[in-house]
């Protein structure tokens, strides 16, 4: 923030995925964030033993990269509006993927909104995944980047999501605490964003529960992903998209 600066790169933040924009994306840095609950899932699945994930924005694709893989070698992982998907291992909980069952296998998601959000994001210079249990690990590897980065909010049904808007906040707080933050510019929605998550730390399982993905959670009785989700900060793990989001890869320590 201030004067413009020859090294200075931007922070943005995407709201809904709808809205995104073409510069919002090429040659940036992607962040997706689906805090309820694709982001937080993988992460947790990454950090507790599989040794990959694939997202597919379909369930016919993500049986079908099942069967050429062998069923025995990985976790199918996937909802429709909340609801598991028939003949699939786990549903979208991220309370589901114990290291036992996660070790040494292949992840293949495929979800209601995070998942969407990849093609979303294509062009990206690179994709990354968010939730709140990885703000600092996001704002560590954006701040070694040092490119222009938006954070972008998956959404629930189409829907702006108070959760992913404290989640970029969050992110948007650490960048700002690392050494390179004098060469940040932080774009309007990014301040909104910051301004969501000073306003919610102190209580964030609250403000999860009131929030839109939250209240269609405790609909269907999952208030205990609600809490496992507003977790903050609990891996230091970046998971990647690769090979233009047909891998997706942590960098970081797992657990």
């Not at 694709?61 to 199918?76: D, F, H, K, P, Y």
């Not at 060469?183 to 964030?204: G, K």
């Amino acid at each position: 923030m201030g004067m413009t600066m020859a090294n200075e790169w931007h922070l943005d933040v995407c709201f809904e995925q709808a809205s995104l924009t073409r510069k919002q994306v090429k040659g940036r840095v992607v962040v997706v964030i689906d805090v309820l609950r694709a982001g937080t899932t993988l992460v947790t699945a990454l950090a507790h033993g599989c040794r990959k994930a694939m997202a597919f924005k379909d369930v016919t694709a993500a049986r079908r990269a099942a069967a050429r893989l062998g069923r025995q070698r990985v976790i199918m992982g996937g909802e429709r509006n909340r609801v598991l998907i028939p003949g699939f291992d786990c549903g979208n909980s991220p309370l589901e993927y114990t290291p036992k069952r996660c070790s040494g296998k292949v992840l293949i998601l495929t979800t209601t909104n995070g998942t969407k959000a990849i093609t979303r994001a294509a062009g990206a210079r690179r994709i990354l995944f968010a939730a709140l249990c990885n703000t600092a690990a996001i704002a560590a590897c954006l701040a070694r980047a040092k490119c222009d980065a938006t954070l972008l909010c998956a959404g629930t049904d189409g829907e702006t999501t108070l959760e992913d808007i404290i989640c970029a906040g969050a992110i948007v707080d650490r960048v700002l605490r690392t050494p390179v933050a004098a060469n940040v510019f932080v774009e309007d929605a990014a301040r909104i964003a910051h301004e969501s998550y000073r306003s919610n730390r102190h209580d964030l399982v609250k403000a999860l529960r009131e929030s839109y993905g939250g209240r269609e959670l405790l609909k269907v009785g999952m208030d205990e992903d609600i809490v496992e989700c507003a977790k903050l900060d609990t891996f230091e793990l970046v998971p990647v998209c690769e090979d233009g989001g047909a891998r997706i890869v942590a960098v970081g320590r797992r657990t």
